[in-house]
């Protein structure tokens, strides 16, 4: 969100998982943004997701385009 902090992002809550050899470890934060898909749409183009490998930024639209295309691995 807008107001967070570097720092925020790394808190668990807002972690969406972790990707590696065409999977997707889901982490706390996707379930939270799945909630905000579904009760709060508008929310979204507020939203920044950033990676940690390049802590590029992309969309939610992207992001889930993204790990569309992975093998979703839920432990």
Do not use: C, R, Y
């Amino acid at each position: 969100m807008p107001s967070d902090t570097e720092k925020d992002t790394l808190n668990e809550s807002n972690l969406l998982g972790t990707e590696s050899f065409g999977k997707f470890w889901p982490g706390q934060g996707l379930s939270i943004l799945m909630k905000m898909v579904e009760s709060a749409p508008e929310a979204l183009e507020h939203l920044s997701i950033k990676t940690d490998m390049s802590m590029a930024s992309m969309g939610v639209e992207e992001f889930l385009t993204k790990i569309g295309k992975l093998k979703i691995i839920i432990t």
